[in-house]
């Protein structure tokens, strides 16, 4: 009886972990691939003449201003969205933590943004936003005298557009991390602070939002790895453009590879963000173990 | 003077959860009115938000419309919607048999690295798509696996597959280990543990992931277009193709955003409850 019920438990958990395991090699394989191919010359309508040629496609891309300039740009795009998600994310949370009528139906309908492809959402925008008064968003600025704007068609607003689409979507994701975190809060210290008559703002800032910093950076982790590499809603949008103002080192990667066949300056592009995204996953999990602690 | 703030935070309540629903539901509501528009009011200028709504978008691209379309009468939008449903759905049942079994030995094993290889499960949620796809697009060629209902379910397991490890390997930890063991004594069998006892506790999980699995893979996007091709082409490629270089239908664009959009939110709905601990891999049990 006691040896039955042993021996599975040796060889089981390897057994049970070996879809896994085939899983994970899977993955690793072309992963380790892509790493090689950043090491040659290996141009798609030439697959039989692959050569190594050490560091040279990364010294030739690090020399090139698109690669900076695709860097900062997904920086800009990154940043800009998840601080504009996390702010908004605070404040509708914070509105709609009071129990009032309706306020079940909201919270639903808060879903519904994230669950659209967001490649369909994107065209959505890109309609709303066409330039001319044909646009609704302009038809509707022009009442209030503001006249039309080329948004995606600009090189400084399409960068601002495409983040707005971004918030649009995400957004609804910093919500309702927040909503389920300011319902878990304990009750206690805020009835303590009610007792010393604190203001709402010094509630806010030493309790609310000490006490929200797991689910804050939680935030942060997710939507930042995911802005930072970022796809669908920019080539569904402006593919890059207007004049590569909105290509990240993510459509920069697909345009090298697929459309110019240089899979090798194609995958330096897609290794320099896979190790961005990497580091800050590291870092934000880290922190994010710290915060629970506390 | 206490009631004059609170009347004031609500008023402040009232027009910022307006504003804000106003921004989120605006553009669904414009393209859901889009969608009903003949194709002179689509591109009427200025937009018109009143007109007399029509079906002829929704039958354009389900059944075909004469007058509608120029080159042929049968519209590839049942085929790409197909398409999907085949490779979301095998996707997720490929996902669900490899994955509840990894999450299982995850939660309930101990063996040399296991943390390790969680994490690296859980650190390619966090990688640029390219990074595998590019690869995966040589080896795909030279096994022919391009364009293939195979080769975009193998794809697409890394879409599905650590994110549903991930999940369920919390819903199994959560599972009082007492409990197993009580059985083990009364002489069930691992196996019958498993079956009998877990995984019927785990069911509720089971049922989110699975339904969060099959969005992400309807949803996906990327993996189609590079390692898809004519034959598989999904529904998220195919209402690319409505804007063309000569024409954009953006009025069976609309009809079509809605249809793809439709089943997904339905299912979002059933799931409500579990979507929050879903969408952050369980880190916050919502």
Redesign the interface.
Known sequence: MMKSMRMPGRYLPYLLSLPAMLALIGIMYPFFLGVYYTLTNYTLTRPDQIEFIGLRNYAQIFSDWVFWRALLTTFVYAWAAVALELGLGLAVALMLNHPFRGVQILRSLLIVPMMIPPIVSALMWKVIFLPTRQGVLNYLLGFLGISPIAWLGGSYTALVSLILIDVWIFSPFAILILLAGLQSLPKEPYEAAMVDGASGWFVFRRLTLPMLSPCIVLIILFRLIDSLKVFDVIYATTKGGPAGATTTLHIQSYFEAIRWFKMGHGMVYALVLWIMCYLFSRVLTRLWTRALMR | MKDGTGKLR?A??VV??GL??A???A??V??LM?SFKNPGDV?A???KFIFSPTLDNYKAITVGLESYSSESLRPDFPKYFLNTLIIASATVAVSL???T??A???A????PMKED?AF??L??R???????I??????F?KCHLIDSFAGLT?AY??VT?PFL?WVLRGFFEEIPKEIEQAA?VDGC??WGVFCRISLPLVKPGIAAVVILSF?FA??N??FA??LGGERTQP??LG??GF?GYERVL?GQ??AA?II??VP??VL??VI?KY??RG??FG????
């Open positions: 609500s402040v309540r910022g959860l804000y629903f921004f989120a539901m553009p669904i414009w393209i889009m591109i200028t200025p937009p048999v490899l994955g079994f990894a299982y030995s995850l309930r094993f101990s063996f290889i690296t499960f650190s390619f966090f990688a640029p798509e390219l990074m595998v590019l690869p995966l697009y040589v080896i060629q193998l397991q890394l597959l490890i083990r069998t691992w969005i309807w949803n996007f990327i277009m590079i529904i998220t209402i690319l804007i953006w664009m609309a955003t793809c959009a997904e939110l979002a709905f409500q979507i929050i969408l952050t880190a916050v049990k919502g």
